[in-house]
């Protein structure tokens, strides 16, 4: 199981890596979320203790991974609802993963995008500007 963790690991890196280096919204996205997936997945608490909803816990792409680790710690073998849904998110995850890096490897990253080089200065000198540059004069009339 733990290799499977490991596997889904790496797809689910090489599909946000694969975002996140092409589309500069996706790291902040993903900041946002986390944090709510975190609180939504039973780690630091038990599912028995959700009695209505608690169908929809298979929704959350984490808790069947969780669960499937969980279940044999605790004395109990975990449900084969548990583990289609671990495989068919492992699959999903596996796809997205080689679908977006196969459609952008295609398509490189812009460097003047990428490190925000200024019109002015780097299109002539190559000069990378750093972003306290552009906040020089007030950073100067603050000393």
């Given at each position: 199981?733990?290799?499977?963790?490991?596997?889904?690991?790496?797809?689910l890196c090489?599909?946000?890596?694969?975002?996140?280096?092409?589309?500069?919204?996706?790291?902040?996205?993903?900041?946002?979320?986390?944090?709510?997936?975190?609180?939504?997945?039973?780690?630091?608490?038990?599912?028995?203790?959700i009695?209505?909803?608690?169908?929809?816990?298979?929704l959350?792409?984490?808790?069947?991974?969780?669960?499937i680790?969980?279940?044999?710690l605790?004395g109990?073998?975990?449900?084969?609802?548990?583990w289609?849904?671990?495989?068919?998110?492992?699959?999903?995850?596996w796809?997205?993963?080689?679908?977006?890096l196969?459609?952008?490897?295609?398509?490189?990253?812009?460097?003047?995008a990428?490190?925000?080089?200024?019109?002015?200065?780097?299109?002539?000198?190559g000069q990378?500007?750093h972003?306290l540059?552009?906040n020089?004069?007030?950073?100067?009339s603050?000393?």
């Amino acid at each position: 199981m733990q290799a499977s963790f490991s596997v889904d690991a790496f797809f689910l890196c090489l599909f946000l890596g694969t975002l996140g280096a092409r589309y500069r919204d996706v790291s902040p996205m993903i900041a946002s979320i986390l944090p709510i997936l975190f609180f939504m997945t039973p780690m630091i608490w038990k599912p028995d203790l959700i009695y209505l909803g608690r169908q929809y816990m298979l929704l959350n792409p984490f808790f069947p991974l969780i669960e499937i680790m969980r279940a044999p710690l605790m004395g109990e073998i975990p449900r084969l609802s548990i583990w289609v849904f671990a495989i068919g998110y492992s699959v999903i995850i596996w796809l997205a993963g080689f679908f977006v890096l196969t459609k952008v490897r295609a398509r490189p990253v812009s460097l003047r995008a990428a490190f925000r080089i200024s019109e002015e200065r780097g299109a002539l000198t190559g000069q990378v500007e750093h972003p306290l540059q552009r906040n020089k004069p007030f950073l100067e009339s603050l000393l």
